[in-house]
């Protein structure tokens, strides 16, 4: 599963230029941009499932996606914090030291560069298909992946974002319409969407789990062509 940051402003300015100082075609960002996500992972529902195979560090793959694996960053640590049998990404309660941060060292645009190539631009341009304008007041960014792995036999299960519970930067952090003094959830309007749903067999259609201001989002995807 990608997961996605939505970032809304209210004044629906772009900027336009040389961005990426290639003294070549223009760029194109919005005024709103996103620095840190910090929160856990977790399963609900009887049909079981880890997140990873063995209780611990999580080292299988990186759930930050560039450029939000910078300083501070980390992919959070396997466990099973909510006591269903199955393994989670982080924990309950407000101490972030197992939980996922995706964190970039400056704060991150979603940009098309040369008025084509899809990217984040946070100081350097880092390809990927999946950063979106979606018009002039919202943006869109991958920020990481995570995994869900099968063990039950059959239903179905959501899996969620769960926001570290306080209301400073160190949970989240974003700008909006170019002002330089960012906002966090206890200043700006921060949403978390429906979850995702996991169903054996599968269901016809996906879901979708969200985190204006930030909207933080999950798609189910084949990881094969993350």
């Not at 941009?33 to 856990?40: E, F």
């Not at 880890?50 to 396997?78: E, I």
């Not at 749903?197 to 999950?218: D, K, N, R, S, W």
């Amino acid at each position: 599963m990608g997961v996605y940051a939505r970032i809304s402003g209210t004044n629906a300015t772009q900027n336009v230029g040389d961005i990426d100082q290639a003294a070549d075609a223009d760029d194109t960002t919005n005024d709103d941009s996103l620095n840190i996500v910090t929160g856990s992972f977790q399963s609900v529902g009887p049909l079981t499932g880890n997140m990873g195979v063995v209780q611990g560090p999580n080292n299988l793959y990186r759930t930050q996606q560039v450029p939000f694996n910078g300083n501070g960053s980390q992919n959070g640590t396997f466990q099973d914090f909510d006591t269903d049998g199955d393994l989670d990404i982080g924990q309950s309660g407000t101490d972030p030291t197992t939980m996922f941060v995706g964190r970039a060292n400056a704060t991150a645009f979603a940009m098309i560069q040369n008025g084509t190539n899809k990217g984040a631009f946070a100081g350097t341009f880092a390809p990927n298909t999946e950063a979106t304008i979606i018009d002039p007041t919202t943006s869109e960014l991958r920020i990481g992946s995570v995994r869900f792995i099968v063990t039950g036999s059959g239903g179905l299960t959501n899996v969620n974002f769960v926001p570290r519970p306080t209301t400073d930067a160190g949970s989240a952090l974003w700008f909006e319409d170019g002002i330089a003094t960012g906002k966090t959830p206890g200043t700006g309007a921060y949403l978390l969407g429906a979850p995702v749903q996991i169903a054996v067999p599968e269901p016809a259609t996906l879901g979708l789990l969200g985190i204006a201001g930030l909207g933080l989002l999950a798609r189910r995807r084949d990881e094969k062509n993350a």
